[in-house]
């Protein structure tokens, strides 16, 4: 029996990442035509991983980004023919991984083994890896000592996982402002007996009304359950957490947070707020390896609908039933991803390791000089649910009145390099409601950006209303794209085109 192994073996570098490649998309079908097109190519380059510097004391905050991520100097192909480094300004979406991610991924992959399976010494260093990542996402959280976390690949997966535990005959309360992964999963129909039913309830214009609907919608009603936003994908929003734990467990409800938004923003703890779950995504967590969380009270998931129904997940099976395991093994049948968890895991304790205050102060000041930036230019409008929600975090959706969201994107990113997000983002109901149905662009901050960023984006807005696109864009299976593209593409990577593609569900309301 060996007495030691080699945990920390050289770390191998990442691979370079080049530029994505021009899409040269057929079918354009319309567009306004702006200007001449830009000519000649950049070529294709190839960036190691980037090394971000970490913010130092004396920095003003915003100025440095605060942790190193993989990819943050991977330079994007220009109309123009220059390329720069990829302004990313989409981290509501997904985050890059951080360095430390993809150094202690590196790290593992050769202890990598089977899972909860196998005799074998990398068999159990692996299962020894899995069960301590468990364990410091569920620190990360703070949560209590009879908790429980689940492995799950996702937010969406983790709110679908409880919405099978839901006690029978439970029914669930949700505001109108959710993403649809907090709402869809609760919305069952007559004819869907394994979901709960759920009330949309609407949020009122403040923060104050809104506690005080929830409030008076538990009194007249019970609910097993209120599913709550922890920050809003689209504003950044939220309601306070202690007071809506406090008034839902007054009323015997308990309460999931959708943490997607909250858990790379802000230090989250289940024991000092008393939420009952939280669930969140390790690709929004500067860990993209699969892998999410679902980390919270014990019984509904020991008793509830396993999720998957597979091995893992059961004691003894026979050919008429089987015996399930409790939680967390009750959920995570098949072969569990080690190297997401650990990868998530790290993120959690590289997260920690900030200084008190650090990621706070960073993400404000960052998302103070966007909304000052913003207000800036002519017309825009950032879009707010309540005037008097507190410290919203680093998402904010706004428009550019008449002027296509797609449009504006697509502009952004082919003369400026900056990453964002438009369409209705995965919220229709709360588009809806902020009178954009037509959609509107969102931009997000996190540990990699910096105000320079910020400032990127501003003045290509100034650029865009000043002088208009550089070239033609048209809509293209639902998507504005640039109708010449001369980007180059990349080589060495497999990938023939770029090509915007409309998300399911995800684009402007149908006409
Ligand atoms: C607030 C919120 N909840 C849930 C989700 C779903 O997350 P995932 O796609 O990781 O399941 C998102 C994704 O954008 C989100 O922003």
Not at 154 to 159: A, E, K, M, R
Not at 312 to 327: I, K, L, N, Q
Request: some cysteine.
């Amino acid at each position: 029996m060996p007495t030691s192994v080699q945990t920390r073996p050289e770390p191998v570098a990442a691979p370079g990442v080049a530029c994505p490649p021009a899409a040269a998309p057929d079918g354009a079908s319309t567009g306004t035509a702006t200007g001449p097109a830009s000519a000649g190519a950049a070529p294709a380059e190839h960036a190691s991983a980037g090394t971000a510097s970490a913010e130092n004391a004396d920095d003003r905050p915003g100025e440095r980004p605060l942790l190193a991520l993989v990819g943050a100097t991977t330079p994007v192909p220009l109309l123009d023919g220059t390329s720069r480094p990829y302004t990313n300004l989409d981290n509501a979406a997904s985050t890059p991984a951080l360095e430390a991610v993809a150094t202690r991924v590196q790290e593992v992959l050769p202890l990598y083994a089977s899972v909860h399976r196998g005799a074998g010494y990398l068999s159990q260093l692996s299962t020894a890896l899995y069960e301590g990542s468990r364990r410091t996402i569920a620190e990360f959280v703070d949560a209590r000592p009879d908790d429980v976390a689940v492995l799950t690949r996702n937010t969406t997966d983790s709110l679908n996982l409880l919405a099978g535990c839901v006690p029978p005959g439970g029914r669930v309360l949700v505001l109108d402002l959710e993403h649809h992964a907090n709402l869809l999963p609760w919305l069952g129909d007559e004819d869907d007996h394994d979901r709960p039913r759920a009330t949309v309830l609407p949020a009122a214009p403040t923060v104050a009304g809104t506690l005080a609907a929830i409030r008076d919608e538990l009194a007249r009603a019970p609910y097993a359950l209120l599913a709550i936003t922890g920050a809003s994908n689209v504003t950044g929003e939220a309601l306070p957490l202690p007071e809506v734990v406090t008034l839902a467990h007054a009323a015997g409800t308990r309460v999931v947070v959708d943490g997607a938004q909250l858990v790379p923003h802000r230090r989250v703890s289940l024991a000092g707020t008393d939420v009952d779950w939280i669930a969140f995504s390790g690709h929004k967590t500067y860990a993209p390896f699969g892998a999410g969380a679902l980390v919270g009270r014990r019984d509904w998931l020991d008793e509830g609908r396993p999720h998957l129904a597979g091995g893992g997940a059961v004691r003894d099976v026979r050919t008429d039933g089987a015996t399930w395991h409790p939680a967390p093994a009750r959920h995570e049948a098949g072969s569990p991803n080690v190297l997401g968890a650990v990868a998530l895991a790290q993120a959690c304790e590289t997260l920690a390791a900030l200084p008190e205050g650090a990621l706070h102060a960073h993400e404000t000041a960052l998302r103070e000089h966007l909304v000052a930036g913003l207000a800036s230019v002519d017309g825009v409008r950032v879009a707010r649910l309540w005037e008097d929600a507190a410290d919203p975090v680093g998402v904010v959706t706004f428009t550019v009145p008449g002027h296509d969201p797609g449009l504006v994107a697509a502009y952004l990113s082919a003369e400026h390099g900056i990453g964002l997000r438009d369409g209705r983002f995965c919220a229709h109901p709360l588009l809806a409601r902020l009178g954009a149905s037509g959609g509107a662009l969102r931009a997000s901050v996190g540990v990699g950006s910096t105000l320079a960023d910020v400032d990127r984006l501003v003045a290509g807005l100034h650029g865009f209303l000043a002088d208009g696109p550089g070239t033609r864009y048209a809509v293209v299976d639902g998507c504005w794209t640039v109708a010449q593209d001369t980007r180059p593409a990349p080589t060495g990577y497999g990938v023939d085109a770029i090509a915007a593609t409309a998300a399911a569900a995800c684009g402007p309301a149908p006409a």
